[in-house]
């Protein structure tokens, strides 16, 4: 049976951070984490004072097992956004509250910057005047990007009086660090969270099932697709274009439009499921993405929480569409450009987010022309979204590739070393592979109302037949699980 010291002890380790064993959807110790959190709800969902405690409890230990130490730094920007929010909802006074606006603000992207830019900025500022800066080590705490955003998101919004600021602090903690979207969202605003703090607990048994769905696909798209198609897929072709026919180049970037879609979407699908257990409802942040007829149609359904987050506190403050066109196309451009490197400190990401805001304001200058908008109205939607997801799919190649030889040597591997004949080889070996990407762009370009009849008719099917495809997806993932379990790729930023 084994030494109970020994048992102790392993206890013990699991219950500290460990930087090899984050605290992941796809751990089962993320599970009885949950558990134990549930087992606690139960005693208390009745006294929502006494809940938001919790809740904010298990959400800084939940922060501690994905971070460590770097918890301190969440706890340090609550504190101090909401004596900020705090005196901004008192202050009558336009210029001082302009000053705290001003102060939240640099509290918010100083540690953003700090953590995220500050090796980016070292290189830029070498490149340019020859000087040697160091910066030393500096690790990005997990999920800064998310918390970061949404704390701005309410100081913003209590100084423009769109919300009420919160008077209890460990309200205002739990709405910042509540632990299912806390590390890679969806981006939570406070108008839409806060008023859910001091309402009764509300679970029906739709609820729940429809909690298990969402779960279940998401681990599913995880696990299933993302991870299997990183691993086998992905991951080698980019890592080493050059030791790949340019047939393989090709099937690795349609693969990674998959791989992050189902790896971003199935961590939301996830998190939303877990908050509706516990009683709270997240906003959807994907609507088939996939299926968009134009690049701003794709920004209105990729990453939903973000791109609208980038319009109302970035966009429109910088004139948006009601200073003319021209205003129009730089903060398009500057939104862009910012929402890319947004996404990490490298000009990877600044070249993703100026292709997509060129593209953007192309689309803008072409709507101009006269007729050109009756012209598309006539070209069948399939095409447009084909022709819309190539561009997309371009955006992803200069998104994945960190360098740009990487990307020159795909393109050139795709458009000179074809090598189509390794379809036959694909067919026969890697037929597995080739099954997942079918079946992938199947499931992507399924129909919102198509989905939500699989989802009614999940919820309201027999125990039996509920708990039998419960049942078979988790032996689905077993089976195809990797040897070792692939980080969000969102976690990173």
Not at 307 to 332: C, H, M, Q
Not at 439 to 462: A, D, M, V
């Amino acid at each position: 049976m084994g030494n109970p010291g020994q048992w102790f002890n392993q206890i013990a380790e699991s219950l500290v951070y460990n930087p090899d064993q984050p605290l992941f959807f796809t751990r089962f110790f993320f599970w009885v984490f949950l558990a134990f959190v549930l087992a606690g709800y139960s005693l208390i969902f009745r006294r929502p004072p006494l809940r938001n405690a919790y809740f904010l409890l298990v959400s800084l230990y939940f922060y501690y097992k994905s971070a460590g130490l770097f918890f301190l730094v969440m706890v340090v920007s609550v504190v101090i956004n909401y004596l900020i929010g705090i005196s901004i909802g008192k202050s009558t006074n336009q210029k001082k509250k302009k000053l705290l606006l001003l102060m939240s603000v640099a509290t918010c992207l100083g540690v953003l910057i700090y953590f995220k830019y500050t090796h980016f900025f070292a290189l830029f500022i070498s490149s340019i005047t020859g000087a040697s800066l160091d910066p030393g080590n500096i690790v990005l705490p997990v999920g800064v990007s998310f918390f970061t955003f949404q704390i701005l998101s309410y100081t913003i919004d209590v100084y423009r009086g769109d919300v009420e600021a919160v008077r209890n602090p460990l309200d205002f903690g739990f709405y910042v660090s509540f632990f299912p979207q806390l590390v890679a969202g969806p981006i939570v605003r406070a108008a839409a969270f806060i008023p859910q703090l001091y309402q009764e607990f509300r679970l029906t048994k739709r609820e729940v099932w429809h909690a298990a769905f969402l779960i279940l696909t998401g681990l599913v798209k995880k696990m299933v697709f993302s991870d299997t198609l990183a691993v086998a897929l992905v991951d080698p072709v980019f890592d080493n274009p050059g030791g790949f026919p340019g047939f393989e180049n090709a099937l690795a970037v349609y693969g990674y439009a998959l791989q992050i879609y189902f790896d971003f979407s199935g961590y939301t699908d996830i998190a939303i499921g877990v908050a509706l257990l516990l009683g709270f409802k997240l906003p959807v942040n994907f609507n088939s993405p996939y299926k968009a007829e134009s690049i701003r149609d794709f920004w209105k359904r990729w990453h939903i929480s973000l791109s609208t987050w980038l319009r109302d506190y970035l966009y429109k403050p910088l004139g948006g569409n009601r200073r003319g066109e021209w205003i129009a196309i730089f903060a398009v451009l500057v939104t862009m450009i910012l929402g890319g490197l947004w996404h990490g400190a490298g000009w990877n990401f600044v070249w993703w987010g100026a292709y997509h805001g060129v593209l953007i304001v192309f689309s803008r200058l072409l709507n101009l022309i006269p007729g050109f908008k009756k012209l598309v109205q006539h070209i069948p939607g399939p095409i447009k979204m084909a022709f819309t997801f190539h561009l997309v799919l371009i955006g992803w190649l200069l998104f994945r590739n960190h360098e740009p030889d990487g990307v020159r040597l795909m393109v050139s591997q795709i458009f000179t070393a074809f090598q189509g004949s390794v379809f036959n080889q694909w067919l026969g070996e890697y037929y597995l592979i080739l099954a997942l990407l079918l079946g992938g762009f199947i499931l992507s370009g399924l129909s919102y109302s198509f989905k939500e009849r699989i989802r009614g008719w999940f919820i309201l099917s027999p125990y039996w037949l509920k708990l039998s495809v419960i049942l078979i997806c988790l032996l689905l993932i077993r089976q195809v699980q990797v040897t070792d379990l692939q980080p969000f790729i969102y976690f990173q930023f």
